[in-house]
């Protein structure tokens, strides 16, 4: 027999991080949700408005809480589970450093607007190197501990720890390839729809690997320990994660329907989706049937109340998830606060209360005292659930009645608001009911947070450190025999016979005490269905054919559209016209693959806060109404919730940087010739006094050509204009008739821009 303990200090660090950075991101979510109920709460700061918060926002959630309580989460029941210490606490310690430390980074670069634009991925490429290489020592720490474990076979926990580790470095790494600009600056080296694939695939899979089978094995460990109950089926458990691991990779797409993304690969990501439904309610019903037998225990006990109510809306959000996958639904969701709504019942009622459940459960075997505030326990969770049933309801509402706002026509077949900011207005009685409901679920928090110090404050002076014993594991182990199959021999095909045995599952646990072949095995899961539909978006050329009159940005246009990126504004507005009629009707022609293929990264957006700006440069021609629009929003667009960028008129743009921009897009294949790259300031002044010229002409301000602004101006007034622009003749080859060289030219075939 071996003695040991376990490394509890890092758990302790881990649990009091989640809380800190918790109550910080909801913090800064309150804060935007006030912003959009009214913009004067951007409090007349760059670094405070709203499309720079929110991915602050969005990061401090799921990275910092989030992921502090997923590492408390796999330090504590890795350890217990597996019967063994960490297999290093320099690497526990570096672990918990190095990812705080990044967390720190990420608050300080996104509110000065150093951000890639991609959404759940907007850190710069410096910290992406340091997100990979923690993540590395977290993966050492966590393999090399299952490596001298001192039980045979992997708990079903386990398994969905494994899941998390291998996709989230597959999905991170692959989704951050980018070309760098400087120190602070880069460019995805996707372009356009191939961009928008592989931000999906990751984006919608990092919902899957982090935010979900982390958590579903807390559950898998944390609701039996809570409940004194073993869980309901283990059979349930097999089918559950290998189903998860192989179907979820292909899901992402559906967040691209009727895009300039090919519609077979939407497709695809619909009928996935639409196929989880069935194994996330297998682990749904498998944890609330666990509580067979301690229902009772539920009414007086806060952390299984936590637990039902988490569960729970991982069930909802499972549901609506795979319903919003569908295109006719989609067609009406997109764009929309609904799926904000979805987003923030998952975020908030899975994640959140999993997190808050496991704590409060946590607390008194870590700082080994009872909580100092019982009644506290039971406050937080009405408050909590209080404030997240206001939150998703009055947004649900919000979402819906934008998208039925958005396509109604009235009996002569007009739009019926066609005035965006009609859509607008009516919408912020629902934020002010979003910020209640979030104010509420802050305090619960704050709450919580509280009585975790007081906790900590009567914790003894030393931590007793108790010694357990197991035996190591020993060689010339065999597995038992899986059973033959029950059925008659005579009376059915040997085929039968097999199946039956498959399921019955029982061969399952010989992998269970192989982690290096289950390893394997979930790496060939991931791999191969990412590969599924990597392969055939990236061969498939004719789904993405070129567009004659397409050209690449200008340098200082390429300067507005890195600015356009800084400030934030794809969170807020999207580039993408729909072929619905509603919204060809309201924004012009709908959008083709081929506009996009100078793009990194895409900007087609997740969300409508403003009107779509694909075609804004033919809309709106005036130089001098977009200088005003941004100095201050209701001087164009009364009612307008959009904070004023009067800074952008007031900040020298950086020509300097400009030239460094243009190399690193002609790197990643945008066909700049090199006089182009060395010239590119000197373009950039030149075409920066022509529009400067133009507002004055239009009876604007003087001496703006060297502001960030007219940058910013030249870029949305260029979207949209190439459709417009006359393409010249390509030159015959000898024997070949000019029209059919032009038409030649005019179909394309799918080059440059990385595609």
Aim: aromatic content about 14%; glycine content about 8%; proline content about 6%.
């Amino acid at each position: 027999m071996e003695r040991f303990s376990y490394d509890d200090k890092v758990v302790r660090r881990f649990m009091a991080a989640s809380m800190l950075w918790g109550v910080v991101g909801m913090l800064v979510g309150v804060l935007a949700a006030l912003q959009l109920a009214d913009p004067r709460f951007n409090l007349g700061h760059a670094w405070l408005a709203f499309g720079r918060i929110r991915p602050l926002h969005t990061n401090a959630v799921i990275f910092a809480f989030a992921g502090n309580a997923i590492f408390a989460a796999v330090y504590y029941s890795s350890q217990r589970l597996l019967k063994t210490r960490m297999f290093s606490d320099l690497l526990s310690g570096v672990h918990f450093w190095g990812w705080q430390l990044i967390i720190v980074a990420a608050a300080i670069t996104l509110p000065l607007g150093l951000t890639q634009g991609k959404e759940y991925a907007e850190l710069e490429w410096p910290i992406d190197l340091a997100v990979v290489a923690i993540w590395v020592v977290f993966a050492v720490n966590f393999f090399g501990t299952i490596l001298r474990r001192r039980e045979r076979h992997l708990y079903v926990a386990i398994w969905f720890y494994i899941a998390t580790v291998i996709a989230i470095a597959v999905l991170y790494i692959f989704n951050n390839l980018v070309m760098p600009a400087g120190w602070f600056h880069s460019y995805s080296i996707y372009a356009g729809s191939q961009d928008a694939f592989m931000q999906w695939w990751y984006g919608h899979n990092a919902v899957a690997f982090f935010l979900t089978t982390p958590f579903l094995g807390l559950m898998y460990y944390f609701l039996p320990k809570a409940a004194e109950r073993p869980v309901f089926s283990y059979r349930l458990s097999i089918v559950h994660f290998w189903s998860l691991v192989f179907l979820y990779i292909w899901a992402g797409p559906h967040h691209l329907h009727y895009t300039a993304l090919p519609e077979w690969a939407s497709t695809l990501g619909m009928l996935f989706s639409v196929m989880l439904w069935m194994p996330s309610w297998g682990g749904m019903l498998n944890g609330l049937l666990t509580l067979r037998g301690a229902w009772h225990r539920v009414a007086t006990d806060p952390v299984l109340k936590f637990f039902v109510v988490g569960i729970t809306f991982y069930g909802m959000s499972t549901f609506e998830g795979p319903l919003l996958s569908v295109k006719s639904v989609n067609a009406l969701s997109h764009y929309t606060d609904w799926t904000i709504a979805h987003v923030h019942a998952g975020a908030l009622g899975w994640v959140g209360f999993m997190s808050f459940g496991m704590f409060y459960w946590l607390a008194p075997r870590l700082l080994q005292t009872p909580i100092a505030k019982p009644s506290w326990v039971a406050l937080h969770f009405w408050t909590a659930t209080i404030g997240i049933l206001l939150y998703v309801i009055a947004i649900y509402w919000a979402g819906l009645t934008q998208g039925l706002m958005w396509r109604a026509f009235d009996q002569d077949g007009m739009l019926q608001f066609p005035d965006f900011i009609e859509t607008v207005t009516v919408l912020v009685p629902f934020y002010w009911i979003r910020v209640l409901g979030g104010g509420l679920y802050l305090a619960g928090a704050v709450l919580m947070a509280v009585n975790l110090i007081l906790t900590w404050a009567k914790r003894p002076r030393e931590y007793e450190v108790p010694v357990y014993e197991a035996a190591r594991l020993g060689g010339g182990f065999q597995e038992e025999e899986v059973p033959a199959s029950q059925l008659p021999p005579n009376s059915v095909l040997g085929v039968a016979r097999k199946l039956d045995v498959f399921a019955g599952l029982r061969w399952h646990r010989k992998y269970e005490g192989l982690p290096i072949v289950f390893t394997v095995l979930v790496a060939i899961g991931v791999v191969v269905a990412s590969l599924g539909e990597i392969v055939p978006v990236f061969t498939r050329k004719s789904d993405v054919a070129r567009i004659a009159s397409v050209e690449p940005y200008t340098p200082l246009e390429l300067a507005g559209r890195d600015i356009y990126v800084s400030e934030g504004c794809v969170n807020c507005h999207s580039q993408m016209i729909r072929p619905l009629r509603a919204e060809t009707e309201r924004y012009g022609e709908y959008s083709k693959p081929g506009e996009f293929v100078f793009d990194h990264p895409f900007l087609w957006g997740s969300r409508r806060i403003g009107p779509d700006l694909a075609r804004t440069g033919r809309k709106i021609p005036s130089a001098l109404w977009h200088v005003r629009h941004l100095n201050r929003p209701t001087d164009t667009s009364p009612g307008s919730i959009m904070p004023p960028y009067a800074h952008l008129l007031e900040t020298p743009l950086d020509f300097a940087q400009i030239s460094e921009s243009v190399a690193a897009m002609r790197a990643v294949g945008v066909p700049y010739a090199e006089q182009t790259v060395a010239d590119a300031a000197m373009i950039a002044r030149r075409q920066a006094d022509e529009i400067a010229a133009r507002v004055v002409a239009e009876a604007g301000p003087t001496g703006m050509a060297d502001r960030k602004a007219i940058a910013l101006v030249a870029y949305l007034m260029r979207l949209g204009t190439d459709l417009d622009k006359p393409v010249a003749p390509t030159p015959a080859a000898p024997g070949v008739p000019a029209s059919v060289a032009s038409a030649s030219k005019d179909a394309g075939g799918a080059s440059g821009g990385g595609q």
